[in-house]
């Protein structure tokens, strides 16, 4: 039911007239009387109808209701290891009462895009006046996430101001290796009438920045920013939650301009796993640029700085027996990076022949490595190489590499030996 509902919705056009939100209530051993709830709905939206079906059709307010007497075969929770990842608020006593509830009321609101804003705003206070003092668990279908009633009411009730949510406590940013580069996207968006944004084919060093660009997009749009003749004005200092302001200053550094012009591509194919919802994707093609990569970090550097540096030192002999160690590692790496990092990043330190005819040594996201040849993205800005961007496409040799730094998805990392004693005797 609820996929076929969302294709009224979801239908990649540039002009969204409508949107919806599901809300699942995981009530356990206790039924929630359905004469009820709708007597409380209709107190909330005077003009609503309730349906047994999706509708043709969203020029007012529609409300579907789905009591669910066998949640173990209509409506299951996530397994518990999405929980652990994407519930991390739950305790494990919650984790585990959600996993076994008997009980849960499914209620999706459809509502024309005017209404978009004050509709969303009612429903979250009913949901915690509905759940407040309970053992019962929310589910926000639209970003996929599992909530206490003190969670919801902190990330959804009280994340208003002035009437405008703040984005980050409202949306989720999801970001993932896909072949060998990553894509991260918004969920969330559609309950405002707004399209989910995608940034697609960015180096997996990146995702920071990219995760930061689609906070900022999502904020902005839900101010009013309009994306008009595909384009916007990313300006960070037109952000009017207080909130959100507050943690711009840790995103830029002193050069950083703040302001950047972004354009989109508008009918983007929906992928397993994406929001059912308009997508809009951050479009990186530019002329000027060889590759989409290297304009994409020239954005982030438009937008946030740039925090790279320079350091002299000659390669004495400690530091060159760490790189004989890490080059010692190389075909391990080889194989790892061929068996697929998924989560994981390597990147390799290799030398660029400046204009002058020395050396810059840069690191490099590998994207490729094939015999002992080695594709990659450019990670840092050259200071001697006139007509090389950082983000550049570029191919190094396997006997040149230097040193490597492996990120882990748990965290961790392993190599960079070099770096250490560089920042030690450098400059």
């Given at each position: 039911f609820f996929l076929s509902s969302l294709s009224i919705i979801a239908q990649n056009d540039t002009e969204m007239t409508s949107a919806l939100s599901e809300i699942g209530?995981?009530?356990?051993?206790?039924?929630?009387?359905?004469?009820?709830?709708?007597?409380?709905?209709?107190?909330?939206?005077?003009?609503?109808?309730?349906?047994?079906?999706?509708?043709?059709?969203?020029?007012?307010?529609?409300?579907?209701?789905?009591?669910?007497?066998?949640?173990?075969e209509d409506y299951p929770a996530h397994e518990m290891e999405y929980l652990d990842y994407f519930a991390s608020e739950l305790t494990?006593?919650?984790?585990?009462?959600?996993?076994?509830?008997?009980?849960?009321?499914?209620?999706?609101?459809?509502?024309?895009?005017?209404?978009?804003?004050?509709?969303?705003k009612k429903l979250y206070d009913w949901v915690y006046k509905t759940t407040k003092g309970t053992n019962f668990i929310v589910y926000d279908g639209e970003v996929r996430d599992y909530f206490s009633p003190?969670?919801?009411?902190?990330?959804?009730?009280?994340?208003?101001?002035?009437?405008?949510?703040?984005?980050?406590?409202?949306?989720?940013l999801s970001s993932y290796r896909q072949r060998e580069y990553c894509r991260s996207i918004t969920y969330g968006m559609q309950r405002f009438g707004l399209p989910d944004i995608l940034i697609e084919e960015s180096p997996c060093t990146f995702v920071s920045s990219a995760s930061q660009v689609l906070a900022?997009?999502?904020?902005?749009l839900l101010e009013g920013t309009q994306?008009?003749?595909?384009?916007?004005?990313?300006?960070?200092?037109?952000?009017?939650?207080?909130?959100?302001?507050?943690?711009?200053?840790?995103?830029?550094?002193?050069?950083?301009?703040?302001?950047?012009?972004?354009?989109?591509?508008?009918?983007?194919?929906?992928?397993?796993?994406?929001?059912?919802?308009?997508?809009?994707?951050?479009?990186?093609?530019?002329?000027?640029?060889?590759n989409s990569q290297a304009y994409e970090s020239a954005i982030y550097d438009q937008l946030f700085g740039v925090d790279d540096e320079v350091t002299h030192v000659s390669h004495n002999d400690e530091i060159q027996a760490a790189s004989a160690r890490a080059k010692k590692r190389l075909p391990a790496l080889k194989e790892?990076?061929?068996?697929?990092?998924?989560?994981?990043?390597?990147?390799?330190?290799?030398?660029?022949?400046?204009?002058?005819?020395?050396?810059?040594?840069?690191?490099?996201?590998?994207?490729?490595?094939?015999d002992e040849s080695i594709e990659g993205?450019?990670?840092?800005?050259?200071?001697?190489?006139?007509?090389?961007?950082?983000?550049?496409?570029?191919?190094?040799?396997?006997?040149?590499?230097?040193?490597?730094?492996?990120?882990?998805?748990?965290?961790t990392e392993e190599g960079n030996e070099t770096g250490k004693l560089i920042q030690k005797y450098g400059n």
């Amino acid at each position: 039911f609820f996929l076929s509902s969302l294709s009224i919705i979801a239908q990649n056009d540039t002009e969204m007239t409508s949107a919806l939100s599901e809300i699942g209530l995981y009530t356990m051993d206790s039924k929630l009387n359905e004469k009820t709830i709708k007597r409380e709905l209709k107190a909330i939206f005077p003009n609503v109808t309730f349906v047994d079906e999706a509708p043709d059709m969203i020029d007012d307010t529609i409300i579907f209701l789905d009591p669910i007497a066998d949640v173990a075969e209509d409506y299951p929770a996530h397994e518990m290891e999405y929980l652990d990842y994407f519930a991390s608020e739950l305790t494990k006593t919650q984790k585990e009462e959600l996993s076994n509830s008997k009980n849960a009321l499914v209620c999706v609101v459809y509502y024309p895009k005017k209404d978009a804003f004050s509709h969303t705003k009612k429903l979250y206070d009913w949901v915690y006046k509905t759940t407040k003092g309970t053992n019962f668990i929310v589910y926000d279908g639209e970003v996929r996430d599992y909530f206490s009633p003190e969670e919801w009411k902190k990330n959804r009730v009280d994340a208003w101001e002035n009437g405008i949510p703040n984005a980050l406590q409202q949306i989720t940013l999801s970001s993932y290796r896909q072949r060998e580069y990553c894509r991260s996207i918004t969920y969330g968006m559609q309950r405002f009438g707004l399209p989910d944004i995608l940034i697609e084919e960015s180096p997996c060093t990146f995702v920071s920045s990219a995760s930061q660009v689609l906070a900022i997009v999502s904020q902005l749009l839900l101010e009013g920013t309009q994306i008009e003749n595909k384009r916007m004005i990313v300006d960070l200092d037109a952000v009017q939650n207080s909130n959100f302001q507050r943690i711009i200053p840790e995103l830029i550094t002193d050069d950083a301009q703040k302001k950047a012009v972004i354009t989109f591509e508008t009918s983007v194919p929906m992928e397993d796993g994406d929001p059912f919802n308009t997508i809009y994707k951050i479009d990186f093609t530019n002329k000027d640029y060889k590759n989409s990569q290297a304009y994409e970090s020239a954005i982030y550097d438009q937008l946030f700085g740039v925090d790279d540096e320079v350091t002299h030192v000659s390669h004495n002999d400690e530091i060159q027996a760490a790189s004989a160690r890490a080059k010692k590692r190389l075909p391990a790496l080889k194989e790892l990076f061929n068996e697929g990092l998924e989560g994981d990043k390597l990147l390799l330190k290799a030398p660029f022949i400046t204009d002058s005819g020395g050396n810059e040594w840069m690191w490099v996201e590998v994207t490729r490595w094939d015999d002992e040849s080695i594709e990659g993205i450019l990670q840092n800005k050259p200071y001697y190489i006139k007509d090389l961007k950082s983000g550049s496409e570029v191919t190094v040799q396997q006997a040149d590499v230097f040193d490597y730094i492996l990120y882990k998805a748990d965290g961790t990392e392993e190599g960079n030996e070099t770096g250490k004693l560089i920042q030690k005797y450098g400059n």
